[in-house]
């Protein structure tokens, strides 16, 4: 899990991502191991991220579960299996504010 979330916060941070977290809970969560969340600066910038992320992933070995990206959508999600990546606009991170929502997590700021 270690080598794709330093991938995934890598390719987030290279291609401008802002405010990346990773909310670590493995062993805690049944689904998965890991959230990374990232703010998008507009909806074609978090379509981007998303393609980026997969491309950068699947180098590396990786395989992705599925992925919910529609044009304007304001949260979009790449599932990983073993981490799960946030993608949001700033109005909808501050409106769903998983980190306030998981806040009993380990909870990285990069």
């Known amino acids: 899990m270690e080598k794709l979330v330093k991938t995934v916060v890598d390719t987030l941070d290279k291609?401008?991502?802002?405010?990346?977290?990773?909310?670590?809970?493995e062993n805690h969560n049944p689904v998965t191991d890991c959230f990374v969340i990232?703010?998008?600066?507009?909806?074609r910038h978090a379509m981007s991220l998303v393609d980026d992320l997969i491309e950068a992933a699947m180098k590396e070995g990786f395989d992705y579960k599925s992925y919910d990206a529609e044009k304007d959508a304001g949260w979009m999600l790449v599932d990983f299996y073993d981490?799960?990546?946030?993608?949001?606009?700033k109005e909808?991170?501050?409106?769903?504010?998983?980190e306030r929502l998981w806040k009993d997590q380990n909870i990285s700021k990069l």
């Open 38 to 43: 990232v703010t998008a600066r507009n909806s």
């Open 15 to 25: 291609k401008l991502g802002e405010d990346i977290t990773v909310i670590d809970f």
């Open 83 to 89: 981490v799960v990546v946030h993608i949001f606009l």
């Open 92 to 98: 909808d991170r501050e409106l769903y504010d998983l």
